[in-house]
T-cell receptor, first 112, second 111 residues
Framework: LAKTTQPISMDSYEGQEVNITCSHN???????ITWYQQFPSQGPRFIIQ???TKVTNEVASLFIPADRKSSTLSLPRVSLSDTAVYYC?????????????FGTGTLLAVQP | DTGVSQNPRHKITKRGQNVTFRCDPI?????LYWYRQTLGQGPEFLTY????????KSRLLSDRFSAERPKGSFSTLEIQRTEQGDSAMYLC?????????FGQGTRLTVV
């Protein structure tokens, strides 16, 4: 499984756009990129998943360059409630081995 | 259906005792995962079921840990002869598609 590297922490202010980048140099052809969010004392929550180019949903966008060796989670106009740990995961979706492997994640702190 | 349910939410046990946790996944989900999480770390994969078959088990899981998923429905995770190092949050997740849904976890404290 491809290893991921993310910044340990990031700071932002309310209303700003936040971009969290994840490196996954050894990503395999069949691997998808998935992001989860986790609040203290809760289980992780799925945010978004993509394979290439750009994916957008109601909460975030995911940008994946052509070489797929990195990806960027974009959170538009963050609020205090977006303070959480964000995890980038890389793995095969639907395959025989599709366990989710979490790294240490990025702690995003949003200030007023 | 209210999501993935884990019981108990908290468990305090003495070192050397056995504990068992239960996970009730979302009903139509065929995949079920167990994770362990300690403070400041991401969830650590323990084991994975597809229906009733345990397809993968982490080498980090010692012989004291066992998980079952009879009939492909709920799952149990048992820890025998608990040690202080087993203190952690134990998370269960289930999925049908790419999105995995996590429960709120069982916090185990071994004293």
């Amino acid at each position: 499984l491809a290893k991921t590297t993310q910044p340990i922490s990031m700071d932002s202010y309310e209303g700003q756009e936040v971009n969290i980048t994840c490196s996954h140099n050894n990503i395999a052809t069949n691997d998808y990129i998935t992001w989860y969010q986790q609040f203290p004392s809760q289980g992780p929550r799925f945010i978004i998943q993509g394979y290439k180019t750009k994916v957008t949903n109601e909460v975030a966008s995911l940008f994946i360059p052509a070489d797929r060796k990195s990806s960027t989670l974009s959170l538009p106009r963050v609020s205090l409630s977006d303070t959480a740990v964000y995890y980038c995961l890389v793995g095969v979706y639907g395959g025989a081995t599709n366990k989710l492997i979490f790294g240490t994640g990025t702690l995003l702190a949003v200030q007023p | 259906d209210t999501g993935v349910s884990q019981n108990p939410r908290h468990k305090i046990t003495k070192r050397g005792q056995n504990v068992t946790f239960r996970c009730d996944p979302i009903s139509e989900h065929n995949r079920l995962y167990w994770y362990r999480q300690t403070l400041g770390q991401g969830p650590e994969f323990l084991t994975y079921f597809q229906n009733e078959a345990q397809l993968e088990k982490s080498r980090l899981l010692s012989d004291r840990f066992s998980a079952e998923r009879p009939k492909g429905s709920f799952s149990t995770l048992e820890i025998q002869r608990t040690e202080q190092g087993d203190s952690a949050m134990y998370l269960c997740a289930s999925s049908w598609t790419a999105e995995a849904f996590f429960g709120q976890g069982t916090r185990l404290t071994v004293v």
